[in-house]
């Protein structure tokens, strides 16, 4: 059975930095796209970065420069690595891996910009 788990979620000031984590297990974890995801209250879920099985990396717009996806597949590990907060960065942020038909979600973990 794969199991995802996020973790590392936590309230920050504006301008501070949260490293959220991964684990996908249950599963041959490089082959997988990863991806994160967020959803804050009142608005649809939106993706964030991906990191794909061939090593390629891409973010949102919003996030580019400030955000970045660090895959170690000797962990089972994605990692987003977030600099520079601000208040609408504010959301719960989900994990998925994909491949083609299989998709497994995370539970969420809270992330909260606020002074």
């Known amino acids: 059975q794969v199991q995802v788990v996020e973790s590392g979620g936590g309230s920050v000031q504006p301008g501070g930095s949260l490293r959220l984590s991964c684990t996908a297990s249950?599963?041959?974890?490089?082959?997988?796209?990863m991806y994160w995801h967020r959803q804050a209250p009142g608005k649809q879920r939106e993706w964030v970065a991906l990191?794909?099985?061939?090593?390629?990396?891409n973010m949102r717009d919003s996030v580019k420069g400030r955000f970045t996806i660090i895959r170690d597949n000797t962990k089972n590990t994605v990692y987003l690595q977030m600099n520079s907060l601000v208040p609408e960065d504010t959301a719960v942020y989900y994990c998925?891996?994909?491949?083609?038909?299989?998709?497994?979600w995370g539970q969420g973990t809270q992330v909260t910009v606020s002074s």
């Open positions: 998925q891996a994909w491949r083609r038909e299989d998709s497994y």
């Open positions: 249950g599963t041959d974890f490089s082959i997988y796209t």
């Open positions: 990191s794909t099985s061939g090593g390629r990396t």
